[in-house]
């Protein structure tokens, strides 16, 4: 398809860990990212991974990359009240020749005290 | 190290009416890209501009117009305004136009009514 699908709810318990899933459209996509949006504010880039990784690892974050199956996933270790906001992965599709981010819609962590 | 700044932070106006949005991109960045996010969904690319020209533009009419500065700002202009222009526009700024590290503004909410 040609839409970046991510789901659209999760609720999560504090410290447990989140896992938002996403699946992108070109296979050639060279950068992934995830970014996260608290209530009125702008976009805050998270981390991105290039193509060749299959995971990265930052601090609480960690990134997972299935190139096979264009599926991303953001797991969140330890979730705290704090990381509840809209999480969108993007993708860059270089086979449309476009230089700009593709969103997805968006999944909304709730974190539950 | 200020980051990107929009300006103004809420806007009404009404329809038929013109806006226009302003972005500063963050300390060494040269390349600006607007992005509209309708309520509930992903960021929609506009238009990206670097080195004062319009590089590449996403699927928007062309009642949406901009402009890049020799100090890279950049301002965002819609003319004849519809009621589904309403909408957050984001701003993200990046190097080379580039898109490795593209950080976004607090944006604009922009009201038509």
């Known amino acids: 398809g040609e839409d970046v699908e991510q789901s659209l709810f999760l609720s999560v318990r504090e410290g447990d860990s989140s896992v938002i899933n996403c699946t992108y459209t070109d296979s050639s996509s060279t950068y992934l990212y995830w970014y996260k949006q608290e209530p009125g504010a702008g976009l805050q880039l998270l981390t991105y991974?290039?193509?060749?990784?299959d995971m990265k690892q930052d601090q609480r974050l960690t990134v997972l990359l299935n190139k096979k199956d264009k599926h991303l996933s953001l797991r969140i270790a330890d979730t705290q009240t704090g990381d509840s906001a809209i999480y969108f992965c993007?993708?860059?599709?270089?086979?449309?020749?476009?230089?700009?981010?593709?969103f997805g819609t968006g999944t909304r962590l709730t974190v539950i005290p | 190290d200020a980051g990107v700044t929009q300006s103004p932070t809420h806007l009404i106006k009404t329809r038929g009416q013109q806006v226009t949005l302003r972005c500063s991109p963050k300390s060494g960045h040269d390349t600006v890209s607007w992005y509209q996010q309708a309520l509930g969904q992903g960021p929609q690319f506009i238009f990206q501009y670097y080195e004062e020209e319009e590089r590449q533009r996403g699927n928007f009419p062309d009642r949406f117009s901009g402009h890049q500065f020799p100090n890279y700002s950049s301002e965002l202009n819609v003319n004849a305004l519809l009621l589904g222009d309403s909408a957050l526009y984001l701003c993200a700024s990046s190097l080379n136009a580039g898109l490795t590290e593209a950080f976004f503004g607090q944006g604009t909410r922009l009201t038509v009514v």
């Open positions: 991974i290039f193509s060749n990784m």
């Open positions: 993007a993708e860059k599709r270089p086979q449309t020749g476009a230089n700009n981010l593709f």
